[in-house]
């Protein structure tokens, strides 16, 4: 499955790095919880990668909607935007909150 086929769907997913855990290689700290959705595979041979926004404790994991893709333009990773069905960011609020990590890739902000 591409990861564009995922808008509008409910999907869970699992948390590797909760909010306010450091990144083991760069060291910065997550403002938002960040994982993968289990069995999928990636651009990058790795399983398809999820920020979860509007969700403001540490989690273990998440069941939410698809509600945009960061697509990168120059890398082959794109990023699932996971949010509570009653939640809707603005392109704007999604670029602020994931800018901690995606300030160093081109990207554009797909959504149905």
Known sequence: MNSIDYLGKEVEVIMDRPLGSRHPKHGFIYPVNYGYLP???SGDGEELDAY???E????EKFVG???AIIHRTNDNDDKLV??????DYSDEQIRALTEFQER???SEIIRE
């Open 39 to 41: 069995n999928t595979v």
């Open 56 to 59: 403001f404790k540490p989690l």
């Open 104 to 106: 160093y890739f081109q």
């Open 52 to 54: 979860v926004l509007g």
């Open 82 to 87: 996971v949010m509570p069905k009653d939640k």
């Open 65 to 67: 909607i698809v509600k």
